[in-house]
């Protein structure tokens, strides 16, 4: 029974509005689209093809269609709203929620953005002006207008009538803000709270005072790590008088740290930041973002090849070097970039500190040297087997040195980029590897001079 | 004014505190403390010495003392619990959240968790050993069993009244569960809706039904993309027969979502997943997580040295050749390395998925070729010049070639993996970079074999 239950659940619910739509059955699509939630709807709408999606897309109740709307990529979002009529896209528009509406408004291609914004009613347009009128990246972008704001001398009852009144159209109640008479943000109170006190209690006496708040002109990022930091579900954000001009909640924060995060992993292979989805990016825009640091790797192995031919005369001498070159400055060039790795995480994630460098540093030391023993120890042994014992040794001390100053240059250039107030992400694999693979052939090509007296 | 006042706010909390310390003067102590936020107060403790800290810890009250403590890092509350008294000590893991009581004694060394255990009264025992067994990393481990249940056929005022008489213990009560006689899950409601519903009205006729939930016995995972998808505050955790055991709240999803995504990101540089902080961790482990990689690398390059020897023949008749081979199979390797990076996030966040293959694909190919292009342009040139137009041209195509190769494997591989079921970040850069090196010197020598004609 349990069994069957779930094949039906399973049923592939695209095939069934696929019949429906054939059937032109819209009560039954809108009873089974109502009750999915908005992620399921707004996926189930960008797996259909054009023309159908606009018959489903129909189907949704106003605010439901907003709501469902705001969670589709820009370029379904494009498409959908070509086909919508006008006055479709004005209630559209008027029922998505002001951040969302701001989202839409910044990414769509300029003329699209001027025809909406044709469509808005005077005060929404201030709105919509206002919001768009912080900086990209900033704090006042994310935020929202919706929010329920309290008077300090206030009843909890008194609240409690506000928060009923004004609730059905704010993002979330579950956090109120309390300001006096000039706007100012003098505290904030949870639902909670609220809840829990007695009626005659004053709003004064049970928020909590100062609150965590938030310049509009911030950079985005800096909420979403205040928000983690201190377990909020929502943030006020002020002007520079402290007047609170709207909030951001954790929905638009989580997105914001993911794409924060998908950046340092671009980063950290030598991608500059995308901006736009990897689905939605085209091929230009991939090959722009990628070719510079191809090309300026390009450019450090002809320097370090160049680097090569200073020691002619030492290689001259001794061919077989050579066979160990690439294995010694490609491992430096991977145990660089481990200690680079771990490093530029644990500064993003706070769990390293600028302060804790120099135990962080010492550890780096012992433990590159070890790293170094076991990988000097394989080349001497494979070097001295195929090709002679000077070979060896040369191979095998230069490989612990090498991997000795590629992690704590790994370990280092981080650090340092933090100090100087730089993101750290910068100290990406292919920057530590090619200094590896610079320092790598000096130091080898120096110990073999030494080595061989010459 | 305003300047000094801000000056005065910036001055360091820690001399303050130390200054009370030595004055004695707890009643100051207290107050500057208990008005800073939860994670403040963490951060000042593990900046003091150890004396300071368990006075200043001794001058917290209970449950904020609690919070506190369940905010510190594992070596700092194992070095706090040496200090307190048994009866400090019960009282403590009396305060904690039950999912942070779990997390401590999981976390602890095992004779410590045994001492913790004998603290416990029968029923919170009880609670405690139900919790740790579930299996590590599952969603069991993460929950609490503190929530606040109604039935559906409860009048909202009632449900308000259960609400006002159990919300002081439960972990959140933004949130409601609705359970029926059989305490399985059979909705959720969110206080919002209690608050603006009329008092009459019945839960049955406000919850949302069927409830999206999981199992205890899942992966943490799988919990923390629930509630991203969904923008849950809270999921609630059901047995097999849809008993509600637990809810699983925002805070501590966002803790495991951010510790696998640095474990992508530690595999991205062949890192085995370290399982604690990057401050934590002992030089040994981190030996032991980074060793392995490192030397499987070494082998590989080990490999490919031997496959050159298997050319001897062809690089006796054009030396010249060995000059552009590091910079021919480095540049392959990280062009390579970013379409996996690209590729392995984009599949994390869900951006791109697993039937999105073949559009991704082409447009890599597309890609790689305008890439290889120009990069073979500028080693053809260079090689051209600095040697013979021969070794120009053999040089230039084998880039296209490879760096073709490397692209299109890198895009592949987390596909692939995904496929299979695989956990798709395992396609690592060492992993991408590897192939490409031992795919760059069959490429580079075979091409110049051919054209050649040796």
């Known amino acids: ?11 592939d619910p695209l095939t069934e509005i696929r019949e429906l739509i054939a ?3 819209w009560s039954s699509l809108k009873e089974l689209l109502t009750k999915r939630p908005v992620a399921d709807i707004a996926d189930l709408l960008s797996d259909l093809d054009k023309p159908e999606r606009v018959l ?78 912080y900086p990209e990246e900033s704090v006042g972008r994310l935020m929202t207008p919706d929010y329920v704001s309290l008077r300090p001398d206030w009843t909890v009852s008194q609240a409690m009538e506000e928060i009923r009144r004004t609730a059905q159209s704010r993002e979330t109640i579950n956090v109120l803000y309390v300001t006096d008479a000039a706007s100012r943000l003098v505290g904030v109170v949870s639902l909670r709270q609220i809840v829990l006190s007695r009626p005659g209690e004053k709003v004064r006496g049970i928020m909590r005072s100062p609150a965590i708040s938030i310049s509009a002109f911030e950079d985005r990022e800096k ?7 201190y377990d909020l579900l929502a943030l006020p954000v002020v002007d520079s008088q402290g007047v609170l001009v709207g909030i951001v909640t954790a929905d638009d924060v989580l997105e914001v740290a993911q ?28 090959y722009k973002n990628r070719v510079t640091w191809l090309l300026g790797l390009v450019l450090v192995y002809l320097l370090s090849g160049n680097i090569i031919s200073l020691f002619e005369g030492t290689i001259a ?44 540093v010492l550890r780096e030391v012992a433990l590159a040297l070890a ?55 910068a100290a990406s694999s292919p ?24």
């Open 56 to 133: 489903l897309f129909r189907c949704l109740p106003r605010t439901l269609g907003a709501e469902v709307f705001a969670y589709l990529e820009t370029t379904d979002q494009d498409s959908l709203l070509k086909e919508l009529t006008d006055e479709e896209t004005r209630s559209l528009i008027q029922n998505l929620a002001p951040d969302d509406r701001t989202a839409l408004l910044s990414e769509l291609p300029a003329e699209v953005t001027q025809k909406l914004l044709t469509l808005l009613d005077p005060e929404e347009l201030k709105e919509a002006r206002e919001l768009l009128g």
């Open 259 to 286: 794409e924060e995060t998908t950046e340092d992993f671009h980063k950290g292979a030598g991608i500059s930041p995308l901006k736009v989805s990897l689905k939605e990016a085209t091929a230009q825009l991939l």
């Open 371 to 425: 790293l170094g023993a076991i990988m000097g120890a394989i080349v001497w042994g494979v070097a001295a087997l195929q090709v002679s014992a000077q070979v060896g040794i040369i191979a095998g001390i230069s490989m612990v040195l090498v991997v000795l100053a590629s992690c704590v240059i790994g370990v280092a250039i981080p650090f340092i980029l933090s100090k100087l107030g730089w993101d750290p992400a």
């Open 1 to 11: 029974m349990n069994r069957l239950n779930k094949r039906k659940i399973q049923r």
């Open 317 to 360: 001498k001794m061919v077989p070097l050579v066979f160990f070159l690439p294995l010694l400055i490609d491992s430096a060039g991977n145990a660089g970039a481990q200690s680079a790795t771990l490093m530029v995480r644990a500064l993003a994630t706070g769990d390293v500190k600028a302060r804790d460098w120099a135990r962080v």
């Open 431 to 454: 920057l530590v590897t090619s200094v590896a693979d610079i320092l790598g052939v000096i130091v080898y090509f120096s110990v073999a001079r030494w080595w061989l007296g010459i």
């Open 223 to 229: 909420a979403a790590k205040l928000m983690e930091r």
């Open 23 to 25: 059937k032109r059955d």
